[in-house]
Protein backbone atom coordinates (compact mmCIF):
# COMPACT_ATOMS: atom_id res chain seq x y z
CA UNK A 1 0.00 0.00 0.00
CA UNK A 2 1.50 3.68 -0.69
CA UNK A 3 1.25 6.66 1.82
CA UNK A 4 -0.90 9.68 0.77
CA UNK A 5 -1.97 12.50 1.97
CA UNK A 6 -5.82 12.15 2.83
CA UNK A 7 -8.19 14.83 0.80
CA UNK A 8 -10.31 13.64 4.25
CA UNK A 9 -8.37 14.28 7.23
CA UNK A 10 -5.47 15.83 5.85
CA UNK A 11 -3.04 12.97 7.41
CA UNK A 12 -0.32 10.96 5.93
CA UNK A 13 -1.74 7.61 5.85
CA UNK A 14 -1.69 4.43 3.94
CA UNK A 15 -4.22 4.50 1.29
CA UNK A 16 -6.19 1.76 0.11
CA UNK A 17 -4.57 -1.35 -1.97
CA UNK A 18 -7.03 -1.35 -4.61
CA UNK A 19 -9.45 1.22 -6.07
CA UNK A 20 -13.46 0.53 -4.53
CA UNK A 21 -14.94 1.13 -7.52
CA UNK A 22 -14.20 0.25 -11.06
CA UNK A 23 -14.83 3.85 -13.00
CA UNK A 24 -13.35 7.48 -12.48
CA UNK A 25 -14.55 7.75 -8.50
CA UNK A 26 -12.85 4.80 -7.66
CA UNK A 27 -9.87 6.28 -8.85
CA UNK A 28 -10.22 9.33 -7.08
CA UNK A 29 -10.97 7.49 -3.99
CA UNK A 30 -7.82 5.48 -4.36
CA UNK A 31 -5.60 8.05 -5.08
CA UNK A 32 -6.78 10.70 -2.23
CA UNK A 33 -8.21 8.82 0.59
CA UNK A 34 -6.20 7.16 3.68
CA UNK A 35 -8.47 3.59 4.57
CA UNK A 36 -9.21 4.83 7.79
CA UNK A 37 -11.95 7.37 6.36
CA UNK A 38 -12.54 5.09 3.93
CA UNK A 39 -13.70 2.78 6.51
CA UNK A 40 -15.76 5.41 8.31
CA UNK A 41 -17.56 6.41 4.79
CA UNK A 42 -18.73 2.59 4.42
CA UNK A 43 -20.82 3.25 7.88
CA UNK A 44 -21.78 6.51 6.58
CA UNK A 45 -23.27 4.91 3.18
CA UNK A 46 -24.61 2.26 5.60
CA UNK A 47 -26.12 5.04 7.73
CA UNK A 48 -27.67 6.94 4.62
CA UNK A 49 -28.54 4.22 2.69
CA UNK A 50 -30.97 2.71 5.67
CA UNK A 51 -31.82 6.24 6.84
CA UNK A 52 -33.18 7.73 3.46
CA UNK A 53 -34.69 3.73 2.48
CA UNK A 54 -32.36 4.80 -0.78
CA UNK A 55 -33.29 1.78 -3.16
CA UNK A 56 -29.39 1.58 -5.59
CA UNK A 57 -31.54 0.46 -8.72
CA UNK A 58 -32.79 4.27 -8.55
CA UNK A 59 -30.49 5.89 -10.44
CA UNK A 60 -31.68 8.88 -8.49
CA UNK A 61 -30.62 7.47 -5.90
CA UNK A 62 -26.96 6.25 -6.76
CA UNK A 63 -26.76 10.69 -7.48
CA UNK A 64 -27.76 11.18 -3.73
CA UNK A 65 -25.37 8.29 -2.52
CA UNK A 66 -22.29 9.46 -4.77
CA UNK A 67 -22.60 13.02 -3.77
CA UNK A 68 -22.77 12.58 -0.19
CA UNK A 69 -19.72 9.92 -0.29
CA UNK A 70 -17.45 12.99 -2.71
CA UNK A 71 -19.00 15.38 0.31
CA UNK A 72 -17.97 13.14 3.01
CA UNK A 73 -14.45 12.31 1.64
CA UNK A 74 -13.60 16.20 1.03
CA UNK A 75 -13.42 15.21 -2.70
CA UNK A 76 -15.89 17.71 -3.75
CA UNK A 77 -17.59 20.67 -1.90
CA UNK A 78 -21.06 20.31 -0.43
CA UNK A 79 -23.40 22.14 -3.05
CA UNK A 80 -25.58 24.70 -2.28
CA UNK A 81 -27.70 24.06 -4.87
CA UNK A 82 -28.53 20.60 -4.84
CA UNK A 83 -31.38 19.11 -2.59
CA UNK A 84 -29.95 17.88 1.08
CA UNK A 85 -29.87 13.89 1.29
CA UNK A 86 -33.22 12.52 0.87
CA UNK A 87 -34.47 15.65 0.14
CA UNK A 88 -37.06 16.17 -3.65
CA UNK A 89 -38.57 13.84 -5.43
CA UNK A 90 -36.96 11.01 -7.07
Known amino acids: MTTLSCARCGLSAE ?3 VPPYPDELGRRIHESVCSACWRECLERQKMVINEYRLDLM ?3 AQEILTRDILEFLGLEPAGEDAPPVGGGAP
Open 15 to 17: GLP
Open 58 to 60: DPR
